[in-house]
């Protein structure tokens, strides 16, 4: 198992989110437009589809392997991966459909909220559970939240280069946090 996902966090998903963005500005669009142009509406519909369902399941996979399943949280990564999926699935063309195109990006920033809402309190669950021992991950999640904030103002908009570190620093986060978790387990057993 730890293998598949090494894969996905690794190399699958983040390929896929730099081979989405190539031939695009990174600061200048962002992946809903890229994902209404140039015949890419079928890679964006794929890359949606594997990128929230790998967040969703590795996460699940994390719940599991540390005992920390909890119904709240199960719920708001389920929603995440909803509104994600629901997101990708609805046009974003804001001229011809401006109210579909609010929408879109409505509940795109709602999934990446409840995605984060989940990381850390899945985090804090570990932490309060094992005593501590979390720096890296919390270090992590903090150089995520402000590299989006320095993207977001710098930039102005939601662009491609954002898109990107998220989706990778998400795959590396979560990776990380995965080997910490199987190295923990394997000394109980």
């Known amino acids: ?28 669009v962002n992946f809903s437009v890229i994902g209404s142009r140039g015949g890419r509406r079928l890679a964006f ?25 909890n119904r709240t949280l ?3 990564l389920f929603g995440a991966l909803v509104c994600f999926v629901t997101a990708v ?22 999934s990446t909220l409840l995605l984060a809402v989940v990381q850390v309190r899945f985090l804090r669950m570990l932490q ?8 890296i991950q919390w270090s992590l999640l903090a150089l995520l939240g ?20 998220v989706t990778v620093g998400g795959c590396i986060y979560l990776w990380l946090l995965h080997c910490k978790l199987a190295g923990a387990a394997a000394k109980f057993v």
């Open 45 to 69: 519909l794929v890359w949606g589809a594997l990128t929230g369902n790998y967040f969703y399941l590795h996460t699940r996979e994390l719940m599991e392997l540390s005992g920390c399943r």
């Open 146 to 165: 402000t590299g989006v904030c320095i993207l977001l103002f710098s930039i102005g908009i939601i662009s491609t280069l954002l898109e990107v570190y």
């Open 89 to 110: 699935g609805i046009p974003y063309l804001p001229r011809q459909l401006p109210g579909l195109s609010r929408l879109h990006v409505g509940i795109c920033f709602t």
């Open 1 to 28: 198992m730890q293998k598949r996902y090494a894969f996905c966090s690794l190399c699958l998903i983040p390929f896929l989110t730099l081979l989405l963005a190539s031939g695009f500005s990174w600061t200048g």
């Open 128 to 135: 309060k559970k094992s005593g501590g021992g979390f720096g």
């Open 74 to 76: 199960e719920r708001l």
